[in-house]
Nanobody
Framework: QVKLVESGGGLVQAGGSLRLSCAAS????????MGWFRQAPGKEREFVAA????????YYADSVRGRFTISRNDARDRVYLQMDSLQPEDTAVYYC??????WGQGIQVTVSS
């Protein structure tokens, strides 16, 4: 069983930055791909970013490419999402995902205009 806990969300003005962190416990993240998703009010959950097991390849939704950066620290069993140039449309609950079937509880990110 893997438990994922997100942190680092909050309220920021447009153009600002936030860094989300996902801490894993129960099993190591080492050797597994990880991802971030988000869900805005009234919308379905959508893919944001993913990183393969080695960290050598990353993938992004078109809407965040060039502004967001996903990274990982397997020694600490953590995955990060650096979010720069935030816009009001980035407002959502952000979820950490382990493709083995685990989700974090989600953390709110609100970007004011």
């Amino acid at each position: 069983q893997v438990k994922l806990v997100e942190s680092g969300g909050g309220l920021v003005q447009a153009g600002g930055s936030l860094r989300l962190s996902c801490a894993a416990s129960g099993r190591t993240l080492s050797g597994f791909a990880m991802g971030w998703f988000r869900q805005a009010p009234g919308k379905e959950r959508e893919f944001v970013a993913a990183i393969i097991w080695s960290g050598s390849s990353t993938y992004y939704a078109d809407s965040v490419r060039g502004r967001f950066t996903i990274s990982r620290n397997d020694a600490r069993d953590r995955v990060y999402l650096q979010m720069d140039s935030l816009q009001p449309e980035d407002t959502a609950v952000y979820y950490c995902n382990d493709p083995r079937g685990y989700w974090g509880q989600g953390i709110q990110v609100t970007v004011s205009s």
